[in-house]
């Protein structure tokens, strides 16, 4: 009798884990997502510059604009349609060997977008892996893991990334490669940050309590309060990384002819700036503008995402 009144504080298999609802991701659907960004000045104007960036880039093929590749010894050093000696066929004017520039910048978009979103894509996955593994694991393995990080944050940047690229080579596939060797370390760090933080919640214990398998404690409880922060850090890295791809290419390391880069087209023009500015310049606005963008939205994707935000 008195062995049946005892309470049993085992869980039943087939129990649900206890969520804290003060620490898990609300559902925001659809229409609160856009009703956000419609609120948001500065989310709009990064929204709508970086759609029209990528409209304009998937549809470089259709567009009725000059081939990108074309030369003419004719049409060398065309300055813009609205100065003297411009036409309205190069609106932008050409470069050295009489490539139109307009052109140019827009297939130049598409290799920037491609490296920019393939090496965040590949560090981050790499980098919430490595993090995970290193929060939930801890000991030796998180010992090893951050003081490899923090050998790698030791060494400069762009000379870690000049030796790789000598390493494994030029263009646009060993360039993704090159980069995202350096930037796994960023989401590696926020990630064991966050897991450490997360699995000391109660919702967590509890669901560790239940014996939950080790796939359901990460896909369930801990993802789903890791990611808003690794997507706001993604969003922010894409444009670093459009930029440090412009800076190798720039530097020869990067994307090579025939190939179109921004970095590569600066470099062209770094020569004739006092006579010919327009070769640098429209490319480095374009870079401009894409890299603000991508600031703008992640900048209002981290305020709708952080759910200490009300």
Do not use: C
Not at 100 to 109: E, N
Not at 137 to 142: L, T
Request: aromatic content about 6%; glycine content about 8%; cysteine-free.
């Amino acid at each position: 009798m008195t062995q049946s009144l005892m309470t049993d504080t085992r869980l039943p298999k087939d129990t649900e884990p206890y969520v804290d609802d003060a620490h898990r991701q609300p559902a925001r659907p659809l229409r609160d997502f856009l009703a956000s960004l419609l609120s948001s000045k500065s989310g709009l104007v990064g929204a709508v510059l970086l759609a029209a960036i990528v409209l304009i880039t998937l549809s470089a093929d259709i567009l009725p604009i000059a081939d990108p590749q074309k030369r003419s010894l004719s049409t060398r050093y065309l300055p813009p349609v609205w100065l003297e000696r411009g036409v309205i066929a190069h609106p932008l004017g050409t470069d050295g060997q009489g490539r139109d520039i307009l052109a140019r910048i827009i297939h130049g978009a598409r290799s920037s977008v491609i490296v920019g979103v393939s090496a965040v894509l590949l560090s981050g996955i790499l980098g919430l892996v490595l993090g995970l593994l290193a929060g939930l694991r801890g000991g030796v393995i998180d010992l090893v893991l951050m003081r490899l990080v923090d050998a790698i944050l030791a060494i400069p940047a762009m000379l870690f990334m000049l030796v790789v690229a000598l390493v494994v080579g030029s263009g646009i596939a060993p360039l993704i490669v090159v980069i995202a060797l350096t930037n796994w370390v960023v989401y590696t760090r926020i990630v064991r940050a966050e897991v450490l933080r997360v699995k000391d919640l109660e919702f967590v214990a509890a669901a560790r309590v239940s014996r939950v398998r080790v796939t359901t404690l990460i896909l369930r409880h801990l993802l789903p309060n890791i990611l808003p922060a690794v997507v706001v850090v993604a969003t922010l890295n894409v444009g670093t990384v459009i930029l440090t791809e412009s800076s190798l290419s720039f530097l020869g390391f990067g994307i090579q002819p025939p190939q179109i880069s921004w970095g590569q087209m600066l470099a062209d023009g770094r020569q004739q700036l006092a006579t010919s500015w327009w070769i640098s310049t429209f490319p480095g606005i374009a870079l401009t503008m894409t890299v603000f963008s991508i600031i703008l939205l992640g900048d209002w994707l981290r305020d709708y995402l952080d759910p200490r935000l009300p």
